[in-house]
DNA sequence: GTCACTGTCGTTTTT
DNA sequence: CGACAGTGAC
């Protein structure tokens, strides 16, 4: 059973007296070597299922995971803890009683305007979007420093929100266990006795909190087998700290560090190209893919407009798709805008394709909304939802919220209750709103939660024409149906916690297309024969450009282009009849002989990081000297050096 | 006071 | 395209 392994992947699976850090390449055989290493652990007896913890950052990982382990083992995975630190954290805390409402980015959102509202503060100057990604951010790093008083507040007030609205954002779920972790020596000591193994997948993508929780869960005795690969580290955005991976062998003792370096993915000609791209960072623990697999050189295109590039992707597709319609197919970018052309011209094409990300179905309006119902009476105190759902209800409007809100602050309480001693007659709407909620409770209590819905839908939502159209009709269907046999606890979970456009599982599924449009952050752990990273112009891959992230746009090019078995397309276009655009400099660095790559052209605007736009009236090459004409600050002469 | 309609604006990546 | 502010009809 373990003859399949190479060299490296073996060592990585049967040593267990040790923690290991496994540099896994992309490509490399990764999740192979994890359930590889579950079944060895289980065939010498090392552990039970149940000692073992497998943690992941997407559900993605988490099913494929479960799945393999389940198909080497021929076993039942119920008895496995594998699952998102998230998804984990807060099984973990229902068991010790704790159940909490969650906040996903937009509810977060909301009660961040609130506050600001609240506080009178300039809603220009205090984005909610950015302040609650701020926030977020802030929680991540571990020292508490705020860029202003007024800030400082809008936090406060949001942790407060948080915990009287008995609600956790997605880095609470984590705060608050690794909380009940710290204070309870008996919970976290039974946790170390009990998980001897502790698999961490993408470890290159865990965060300051992430950390602290496998800390609390390390007792020296148990083992920490993380796979990570440091060139694939792109969710820094989101407070990942790559200082983790490069400081495990540190952080565990004794500790052995395992590189697998041979790719069974792709040709040698695409990993060239990945591998050229990589060496440009400085962070690093450094590594060289290696491949066996011979195949065409990639192609990199230029297109005077984003129009021409989609028609050559779509013809090139087409032209795939007729020879051999068994092939996977991918058109990557570094932002979701980009898709857009891309499905009209493969609707013009009869290209059947999905669409992976983008919205997810939790996120659509008329779920949230027909939620906010099932969540006020899940939970009272949840103002959020409450503020959601009143407003949906009919009759009342934001006049009547705001009075709700006035009695809440002066009896300190949340808003159902507030709401609950409007008595008079002119609130006579809000009373028939309390008592709707108080019926669902009823309702919720039997359990049957696809019938709570159905029964929101018809009584609050059916005579609207919003949600009478048929893709909001069949939205709250699949809702409905996705309900079925649920309980409410395992509902709330799926709905918070579970994207499930995103599991679309294509392998066993032949009816589905073959062609897949997804950011290169949800391509993450794929692969495909053919890929097309479309797009690659500076100011979009890389997206910024400051210095501090440009090594992480390099890994998502990186990552980007590692996705692809057989054959290889990079493109990128000079105007999207908005702006104009010159190569991506990660283009420069592969493009030594074999492109000409044009950058700049007399007459083209720029977009410059101080200066604004401006139209090129001269260019010289070697040394590169150009002569703007800005919009703003008039003729100024570039150099290399200051053009970015 | 509520609601439906209209125009404008912006948009990285996600558990 | 979708969120959101502004406007006018009931």
């Not at 961040?112 to 100057?125: G, M, S």
């Not at 003792?253 to 990945?274: D, G, Q, V």
């Not at 009919?394 to 809100?405: S, V, Y």
Request: charged share 25%; with cysteine; net charge neutral.
């Amino acid at each position: 059973m373990f003859d399949s392994l190479n060299d490296q992947q073996k060592k990585a699976v049967e040593i267990c007296d040790k923690n290991l850090l496994i540099i896994a390449g992309a490509g490399s055989g990764k999740t192979k070597t994890l359930t590889y290493k579950i079944a060895y652990i289980l065939k010498n007896n090392l552990a039970k299922p149940w000692e073992i913890l497998a943690l992941t950052f997407t559900n993605k990982a988490a099913d494929e995971m479960k799945d393999r382990v389940a198909n080497i083992l021929d076993t039942s995975i119920d008895n496995f803890y594998i699952g998102t630190f998230h998804a984990l954290s807060l099984r973990f805390l229902r068991q010790i009683g704790k159940k909490y409402t969650i906040y996903d980015k937009h509810d977060q959102e909301m009660l961040v305007k609130e506050i600001i509202t609240y506080l009178n503060l300039d809603k220009n100057k205090f984005q909610p979007s950015k302040v609650a990604s701020y926030i977020s951010k802030i929680k991540n790093s571990s020292n508490l420093e705020f860029p202003t008083k007024e800030f400082e507040r809008i936090y406060k007030i949001y942790e407060e929100k948080l915990e009287s609205n008995n609600a956790v954002d997605f880095d609470n779920i984590l705060i608050k266990f690794i909380e009940e972790l710290k204070n309870n020596d008996k919970l976290r000591q039974n946790f170390q006795n009990q998980f001897k193994f502790i698999l961490i997948d993408e470890y290159q993508d865990t965060n300051n909190i992430q950390y602290e929780l496998i800390k609390e869960f390390y007792n020296g005795d148990n083992r920490i087998f993380a796979v990570g690969d440091e060139d694939q580290s792109i969710y820094a955005f989101r407070g990942a700290n790559i200082n983790n991976i490069l400081s495990f062998s540190n952080d565990f003792l004794p500790c052995e560090i395992i590189k697998l370096e041979k790719n069974y993915r792709s040709t040698k000609n695409i990993l060239n190209i990945a591998n050229t791209i990589i060496t440009h960072n400085k962070t690093r623990i450094g590594k060289n893919l290696y491949s066996d697999i011979s195949g065409v050189e990639p192609v990199i295109k230029e297109f005077a407009t984003n129009k021409d590039e989609a028609y050559f992707v779509s013809n090139q597709i087409k032209n795939i798709l007729m020879q051999n319609d068994n092939s996977s197919i991918a058109v990557l970018y570094r932002n979701n805008n980009l898709s857009r052309i891309f499905e009209e011209y493969f609707m013009q094409f009869g290209i059947a394709y999905k669409k992976i990300g983008a919205h997810k179905f939790f996120d659509k309006k008329e779920i949230k909304d027909i939620l906010s119902f099932i969540k006020i009476a899940y939970n009272e105190k949840d103002d959020v939802s409450f503020i959601r759902s009143i407003g949906n209800f009919g009759g009342i409007g934001l006049k009547t919220i705001d009075d709700i809100k006035k009695i809440a602050i002066d009896l300190n309480t949340n808003l159902f209750i507030a709401a609950s001693t409007l008595t008079q007659k002119k609130y006579a709407k809000v009373a028939r709103f309390i008592e709707f909620v108080k019926i669902l409770q009823k309702k919720l209590e039997f359990g049957n939660i696809s019938e709570c819905l159905k029964f929101v839908f018809d009584e609050v939502f059916s005579d609207k024409n919003f949600y009478r159209q048929d893709i909001r009709q069949s939205n709250i269907g699949e809702l409905i149906e996705f309900a079925k046999n649920m309980d409410i606890e395992s509902f709330m979970e799926n709905a918070s916690l579970y994207d499930y456009s995103q599991s679309i599982d294509g392998e066993n599924n032949l009816s589905l297309p073959n062609v897949s449009l997804m950011t290169i952050h949800a391509a993450k752990g794929l692969e495909f024969d053919h890929v097309f990273i479309v797009g690659l112009n500076e100011g979009i891959l890389p997206s910024l450009y400051q210095d501090s992230v440009i090594e992480e746009e390099r890994r998502i090019m990186y990552v980007g282009i590692t996705r692809a078995k057989k054959t290889l397309y990079l493109s990128y276009y000079l105007s999207d009849f908005h702006n104009s655009f010159i190569p991506s400099r990660f283009l420069k660095e592969i493009a030594v002989n074999k492109t000409q790559l044009k950058r700049y052209r007399i007459g083209e605007t720029i977009n410059h990081k101080d200066f604004g736009k401006g139209i090129i009236l001269n260019v010289k090459e070697k040394p590169l000297e150009l002569k703007v004409n800005f919009f703003k600050y008039g003729l100024k002469i570039l150099t290399e050096n200051d053009i970015f």
